[in-house]
């Protein structure tokens, strides 16, 4: 007989996010900032401002989606990690 344990998913998820100058910044579930440069990713850098301010956090905190921009970004994969 197989039993299988379901571990708790540890990924770290967005609370809120906000494009602050040239900096993304989010803010995670574990009590984490973490700040960016816009400059990693030319395309929202390249945004106007409002392009930058109109997102939302997706998937359960596991994404931030530009609707203008029709792109986004994971947010394990902001820090590293499998996007899994």
């Known amino acids: 007989m197989s039993t299988s344990i379901t571990s708790p998913d540890t990924r770290p998820r967005a609370t809120a996010a906000v494009v602050d100058g040239e900096r993304l910044r989010v803010n995670l579930?574990?009590?984490?900032?973490v700040s960016i440069p816009t400059s990693w990713y030319a395309w929202l850098h390249d945004a106007t401002a409002e392009q930058q301010a109109d997102m939302t956090i997706i998937d359960s905190g596991l994404g931030i989606w530009w609707e203008q921009l029709d792109d986004g970004l994971s947010v394990p994969g902001l820090l590293g990690q499998p996007h899994v």
Do not use: A, L, P, V
């Open 29 to 33: 579930t574990d009590g984490r900032d």
